[in-house]
């Protein structure tokens, strides 16, 4: 293949206007270092520059404004940093202010006394006068055309200070438009998907984008460039499942004498039909030659637990370990109890293995484990350190997964010469759009349906001046026999001022409860792990009434008489920690509460919070919308996954054109894997340019 000696390639300072000095500047600021960059720098508005507004005229429903007039008055205003420089814009109908906290001298000296300019900026009010802030001036030019949707693209202060302003750019672009035609930027997409999916060629795409002819005209543009965006990842992901596929895996033929007993003798419950459906999507994949990789979401309490336990049964009775990986030790503690509990009639040996098991205990865990005789071990992420060896794992769970490095998932794989089955067991919803990326390249089962009996959980938000009343309630619940959970959040940064306000806390509490008949116990992250332990049990055993703690307890911890949740100033934590929260109560027979309180005075995105929480348990819908206040790279850790670095896609609102692209990107491998014929060839070549450019570690799931 000759190389693809492109025009796009051009050092972007070649571009007149650029130059040497703006050309270093952008690759600094902007990461735009060739005229593709360039290209590929998307305006983030358009503006209307026919459209322009009296100042006479503005009001508090204003927010993006473009008035014209003149300038005058500059002053230069404050104390040192404080400082920032004012002028006055007049127009026939009245005047406005406009402020520059930083380059207010430049902009004074370039503007001219009398000459008339578009201002165009966002509208603040301050005691009842309007102003604009940083506003984005140009020359009027009365004779050039008027245009309803002018490109305005993101700049930086050094770039502005260098006269790369956010509309200069469309000169740039413009100057860009005269080099390149339809032959350098070739389209990519085959026809028959150009045609089915309408969208727009590739070349008239980008120029629509820049420079829309009309409403219209942008959003066949973005609608074509995000397309080509979202093909191209669904493309990397679903390649990568169809390697992971083509990994050959062990077989699990039998469905055993372990399984069977257990399942017709000592199951305490019957399974719900979302859990069977899991088991046998399970059944299925590990009978198939093909090494399992699915993700099992299920909410919290729809009993994730039995599936796994089920398919370790299935495991040991074709001759393979396995192991369940949590992300606590409190964690691993309570599935260790639970599930020896469960497996001691059939005489199955289970083994922890924590940082706290030591000496000769861990020595006699290690040699069970890789002789073969422990055919089940649960554990922590000591799991996966080097020294453990097993003789034959068949099978790794990682339960919560969330809360484990991508890089410990890949460790599990080298704990054999053949790489195990892979289950990962979440209780975070995945949005679809994350579930399409970021964990698109595994099989994912879904555990819609919680086992029956369970009450809704009532959700209350109080403000803080409800303290006395809450106390009361919770005194009364007590009563009933009832236990309590009290959370205080904790956020790293502040670590020690929260672990001050919790212990703070927990001598309220002692204050509010001081009859000794009530029994308070607390645990933290700081705590010595043999005294977490012990006051976790009293909990769990009961003899606590009140569990006052962090988030430590809001991973999986169960305790079924627990029906009341207080979480203190609620306004700290995300809507899905929350949920998790919440989901440690509602495991019982009784009738739950969890009670948010918070300060009195909130912001409105707290009360938004707030709000949803008390109207809804479904853990999907608060996935969703916790994606849409928070955006997605705060969420999951999938910052630094890279699989959602995407230039024009948006994954909140784009999930149509996702779902499009997914079906597309199948039927696009369906027909030709490798991506070899032809038509194909152009997106093959994309696709090995990105990946080179990005590092996605999110691939070493596999
Ligand atoms: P999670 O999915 O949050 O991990 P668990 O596995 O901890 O949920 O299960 C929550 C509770 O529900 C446990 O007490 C468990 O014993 C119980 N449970 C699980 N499956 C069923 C079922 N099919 N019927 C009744 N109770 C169940
Ligand atoms: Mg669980």
């Known amino acids: 293949m000759t190389l693809n000696n492109n025009i796009l390639d051009t050092p972007v300072e070649f571009l007149k206007g650029v130059g040497p000095l703006r050309g270093a500047l952008l690759l600094k600021e902007l990461n735009i270092q060739s005229y593709g960059d360039l290209l590929k720098h998307f305006p983030m508005r358009y503006i209307d520059t026919a459209g322009i507004t009296n100042i006479s005229e503005l009001t508090h429903e204003h927010e993006y404004v473009q008035l014209r007039g003149v300038i005058f008055n500059f002053k230069e205003e404050g104390q040192s940093f404080r400082k920032r420089h004012t002028a006055t814009l007049y127009d026939k109908t009245g005047s406005i202010e406009l402020i520059w906290f930083q380059g207010g001298s430049y902009v004074q ?30 020359l009027f030019n009365a004779s050039a055309p008027v245009n309803s949707m002018q490109p305005v693209y993101s700049t930086t202060e050094k770039l502005k200070a260098k006269g790369v302003t956010n509309r200069s750019f469309a000169k740039l672009m413009q100057g860009l438009f005269e080099k390149i035609n339809e032959q350098s930027i070739p389209e990519i997409l085959p026809a028959d998907v150009l045609q089915h999916y309408k969208l727009m ?117 074709n001759g393979f370990q396995s192991l369940l990986m949590a992300p606590t030790e409190i964690l691993a503690q309570q599935h260790y109890q639970g599930i020896k509990e469960l ?17 000769k205990e861990r020595k006699q865990v290690l040699e069970g484990l890789a002789k073969g005789v422990i055919p089940i071990v649960i554990g922590t992420h000591a799991l996966v350190e080097d020294t453990v060896k097993f003789q034959n794992l068949g099978l790794a769970i990682i339960d919560e997964q969330h809360r484990f490095g991508v890089t410990q998932r890949a460790k599990l794989w080298t704990k054999n010469d053949h790489p195990p089955h892979v289950l990962v067991m979440t209780a975070t919803p995945i949005p679809r759009t994350l579930a399409m990326t970021v964990y698109g390249d595994l099989d994912v089962s879904v555990i819609d349906e919680l086992p029956p009996g369970r009450k809704p959980i009532e959700t209350i938000h109080r403000s803080e ?37 919790l212990k703070a806390g927990y001598e309220q509490v002692k204050a509010w409860f001081p009859d000794p008949k009530y029994r308070v116990a607390m645990v933290h992250g700081k705590q010595p792990l043999d005294e977490k332990e012990r006051n976790m049990h009293r909990f769990v055993s009961g003899d606590a009434h009140i ?33 998790q929260l919440r989901g440690r109560v509602g495991r019982g027979s009784e009738k739950s509460y969890c009670i948010l309180l918070t300060g009195f005075e909130i912001s409105k995105e707290s009360r938004q919070r707030m709000s949803i ?78 990946r080179n450019k990005q590092v996605q570690q999110w691939n070493k799931i596999s």
Do not use: C
């Open 201 to 317: 060629p590739r070349f008239e795409a980008f120029r629509q984008i820049h420079f829309p002819a009309s409403e219209k005209h942008k959003w066949h543009a973005e609608r074509r460039l995000k397309w080509e965006e979202l093909l191209l990842s669904q493309l990397k992901i679903l390649k990568l499942k169809l390697n992971h596929h083509q990994q050959a895996g062990f077989i699990f033929p039998n469905v055993g004498a372990h399984f069977n007993e257990f399942f017709n003798n000592h199951l305490p419950f019957s399974l719900t039909n979302a859990q069977k459906r899991v088991i046998k999507e399970i059944r299925q994949d590990t009978f198939s030659g093909k090494q399992m990789n699915r993700l099992v979401q299920g909410d919290v309490g729809s009993g994730k637990t039995m599936v796994a336990l089920m398919s370790m049964l299935l495991a040991w009775d």
């Open 343 to 359: 497996l001691a009639p059939l005489h199955i040996p289970v083994a922890i293995l924590t940082g706290t098991v030591k000496g």
């Open 465 to 501: 001046n409800f303290r006395p009343k809450v106390m009361q309630f919770l005194k009364n619940e007590i009563e009933k026999g009832r236990q309590i959970y009290i959370v205080y959040p904790l956020i790293e940064e502040s670590e020690k001022l929260d672990y001050e306000s």
């Open 109 to 138: 000296k370039n503007i001219q006394p009398n000459a008339v300019y578009n201002v165009f900026g966002k509208l603040s009010f301050f005691n009842g006068n309007a102003n604009i802030s940083h506003p984005e001036i140009e």
């Open 547 to 579: 569990l006052v703690a962090t988030t430590v307890i809001e991973v999986g911890v169960n305790v079924p008489n627990a029906s009341v949740m207080v979480i203190e100033s609620s306004e700290r934590f995300g809507l899905s920690q929350l949920h």
């Open 613 to 690: 929480m008390t109207q809804t348990s479904d853990g999907f819908v608060i996935a969703e919308e916790d994606l849409k206040m928070r955006g997605p790279g705060d969420i999951y850790g999938t910052r630094q996954s890279g699989a959602l670095d995407f230039k024009i896609a948006d994954i909140i609102h784009d999930v149509e054109i996702m779902e499009e692209t997914k079906v597309a990107a199948q039927t696009i491998l369906n027909n030709d894997p490798m991506l070899e014929q032809p038509m194909h060839r152009a997106l093959q070549i994309q696709i090995h340019h990105s």
